[in-house]
């Protein structure tokens, strides 16, 4: 089992599709080890319903998810310098967080996660595209953080 980091922020383009998935992810499957937040370089969408769904199928609950970006991030007082591990799930995302960390000591990895919002015609079309990318973060994670502690 690789070393959790003390804390991991996830982003993505809006915050509203695989970063909140593998904010919920993070905190069901290794438990208040590590803080998790999650962020979006917009926040002009609400969490999708979408990955409400796939995610209420390993029994994480992602409803009450209020999107950010780092914007509102660092309006709120959230220094991306202060987390361990910035993981990026796009690749808009990942140069934001770049751009956001230059001159911070940080990790800032690029994990390539299948935008879901587009494919497919009908709910499951739709479905399956969102647990491809579920299914993806999971891999990713267990790659880099071991297998689930809890879940």
Same mark, same amino acid.
């Given at each position: 089992?690789?070393?959790?980091?003390?804390?991991?922020?996830?982003?993505?383009?809006?915050?509203?599709? $695989?970063?909140?998935?593998?904010?919920?992810?993070?905190?069901?499957?290794?438990?208040?080890?590590?803080?998790?937040?999650?962020?979006?370089?917009?926040?002009?969408?609400?969490?999708?319903?979408?990955?409400?769904?796939?995610?209420?199928?390993?029994?994480?609950?992602?409803?009450?998810?209020?999107?950010?970006?780092?914007?509102?991030?660092?309006?709120?007082?959230?220094?991306?310098?202060?987390?361990?591990?910035?993981?990026?799930?796009?690749?808009?995302?990942?140069? $934001?967080?770049?751009?956001?960390?230059?001159?911070?000591?940080?990790?800032?990895?690029?994990?390539? /996660?299948?935008?879901?919002?587009?494919?497919?015609?009908?709910?499951?079309?739709?479905?399956?595209?969102?647990?491809?990318?579920?299914?993806? /973060?999971?891999?990713?994670?267990?790659? $880099?953080?071991?297998?689930?502690?809890?879940?």
């Amino acid at each position: 089992m690789t070393d959790l980091p003390q804390s991991v922020l996830f982003c993505c383009d809006h915050n509203a599709v $695989r970063s909140p998935m593998a904010e919920g992810m993070m905190k069901m499957f290794y438990g208040q080890k590590t803080y998790v937040q999650s962020a979006g370089v917009h926040n002009d969408m609400e969490i999708d319903g979408f990955s409400v769904a796939v995610c209420q199928e390993l029994g994480i609950e992602l409803s009450r998810h209020r999107s950010r970006s780092f914007d509102e991030m660092q309006e709120w007082g959230d220094d991306l310098s202060a987390f361990d591990l910035v993981i990026a799930l796009s690749p808009a995302s990942q140069r $934001r967080a770049l751009d956001l960390t230059r001159f911070a000591h940080l990790d800032v990895v690029y994990w390539p /996660i299948l935008d879901p919002t587009n494919l497919g015609e009908g709910r499951e079309d739709r479905l399956r595209g969102y647990r491809e990318a579920r299914d993806q /973060i999971k891999a990713q994670m267990e790659a $880099r953080f071991g297998p689930p502690t809890q879940g």
